[in-house]
């Protein structure tokens, strides 16, 4: 799998995302095996970098990510964890309860990268925030900062307040929307050695029938949702967390980063929409 790497950390171009796996908003016991053979087959294609959150199932995410990374007998440092801290629990105590509360869940004694989940309502909140993370890092119990749907302004105070470099700006960015490369965030992050994950990268209904898409994938022998794949993961700085449910379209979704597009078919895609 080809990674990006800034400031000495390495992530898969493509990772794993966990959003609706053991339920939405609330816990679905019902979807337990459903959700446990994804993870597992992800675990089983080859993915490492696995994107969730403490308000996915309200936490039930985070047990079944942990539990299905140990019952695959892989070690800690094999894996690479992505969780977040949602907005409303940015004050100094909350955040590191917080913390607690997704290591407590994963079962692991560090997270990797942590994330502001979304902007809080107002931007003095990172001030409040932002010793606790420092301190999650100085810890041991972070690896790595960075933030979720944050705009320039933010994004740039982020940057003052953390001590480490900001990793990540995960955002929504794929074919169909670009508001993210209309504010500037993304060439920013590109200049700044700040990933880009995109998220959300083939949730989009215009896909199967777009023709520039079908043609493309049909050159490349591929499906258009691996198209949209690659076209996010040949650029610069991204990286992409996919999600699915489908044995079959988790192994094609991590086989996408090999799919090299020719710089005119990278532009026939970017300009057509
Ligand atoms: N930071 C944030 O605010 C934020 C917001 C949204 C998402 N995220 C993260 O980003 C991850 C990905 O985003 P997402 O889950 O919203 O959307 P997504 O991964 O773009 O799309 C998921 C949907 O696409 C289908 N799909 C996936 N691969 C496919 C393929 N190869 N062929 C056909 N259908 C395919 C899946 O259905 P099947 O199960 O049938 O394959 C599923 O319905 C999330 O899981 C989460 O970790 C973060």
Same mark, same amino acid.
């Given at each position: 799998?080809?990674?990006?790497?800034? =400031?000495?950390?390495?992530?898969? #171009? $493509?990772?794993?995302?966990?959003?609706?796996?053991?339920?939405?908003?609330?816990?679905?016991?019902?979807?337990?095996?459903?959700?446990?053979?994804?993870?597992?087959?992800?675990?089983?294609? !080859?993915y490492?970098?696995f994107?969730t959150?403490?308000?996915?199932?309200?936490? =039930?995410?985070?047990?079944?990510? !942990?539990? @299905?990374?140990?019952?695959?007998?892989?070690?800690?440092?094999d894996?690479? $964890?992505?969780?977040?801290?949602?907005?409303?629990?940015?004050?100094?105590?909350?955040?590191?309860? @917080?913390?607690?509360?997704?290591?407590?869940r994963?079962?692991?004694?560090? $997270?990797?990268?942590?994330?502001?989940?979304?902007?809080?309502?107002?931007?003095?909140?990172?001030?409040?925030?932002?010793?606790?993370?420092?301190?999650?890092?100085?810890?041991? #119990?972070?690896? =790595?900062?960075?933030?979720?749907?944050?705009?320039?302004?933010?994004?740039?105070? @982020?940057?003052?307040?953390?001590?480490?470099? $900001?990793?990540t700006?995960?955002?929504?960015?794929?074919?169909p929307?670009?508001?993210?490369?209309?504010?500037?965030?993304?060439?920013?992050?590109?200049?700044?050695?700040?990933?880009?994950?995109?998220?959300?990268?083939?949730?989009?209904?215009?896909?199967r029938?777009?023709?520039?898409?079908?043609?493309? @994938?049909?050159? =490349?022998?591929?499906?258009?949702f691996?198209?949209?794949?690659?076209?996010?993961?040949?650029?610069?700085?991204?990286?992409?967390?996919?999600?699915?449910?489908?044995?079959?379209?988790?192994?094609?979704?991590?086989?996408?980063?090999?799919? #090299?597009?020719?710089?005119r078919?990278?532009?026939?895609?970017?300009?057509?929409?």
């Amino acid at each position: 799998m080809k990674s990006e790497t800034v =400031h000495g950390v390495s992530l898969p #171009k $493509i990772g794993f995302g966990t959003w609706s796996i053991g339920g939405e908003n609330s816990p679905d016991p019902t979807i337990d095996e459903a959700s446990l053979t994804a993870l597992r087959t992800a675990l089983e294609v !080859g993915y490492t970098h696995f994107d969730t959150a403490e308000r996915y199932a309200a936490g =039930h995410c985070e047990e079944l990510v !942990g539990r @299905a990374i140990r019952e695959s007998g892989k070690k800690r440092e094999d894996v690479f $964890i992505t969780t977040k801290v949602s907005p409303e629990h940015l004050s100094y105590d909350d955040v590191l309860k @917080a913390c607690e509360g997704s290591l407590r869940r994963l079962k692991m004694d560090y $997270i990797d990268l942590y994330l502001i989940h979304w902007p809080p309502r107002s931007i003095s909140s990172l001030d409040e925030a932002f010793p606790a993370l420092n301190k999650l890092v100085r810890d041991g #119990k972070v690896k =790595h900062l960075g933030v979720s749907n944050f705009n320039l302004k933010w994004l740039k105070r @982020a940057q003052e307040l953390s001590e480490t470099p $900001i990793l990540t700006n995960q955002i929504p960015y794929r074919l169909p929307d670009k508001s993210y490369v209309a504010n500037g965030v993304i060439e920013y992050c590109q200049q700044n050695d700040i990933l880009v994950t995109a998220y959300s990268p083939v949730k989009f209904r215009s896909m199967r029938v777009n023709r520039t898409l079908n043609q493309i @994938a049909e050159a =490349h022998a591929a499906t258009p949702f691996q198209i949209a794949l690659a076209w996010l993961v040949m650029q610069p700085r991204v990286i992409t967390i996919p999600m699915s449910f489908n044995p079959q379209h988790i192994k094609e979704n991590f086989q996408a980063a090999r799919i #090299k597009l020719t710089d005119r078919e990278m532009s026939q895609l970017a300009d057509e929409w």
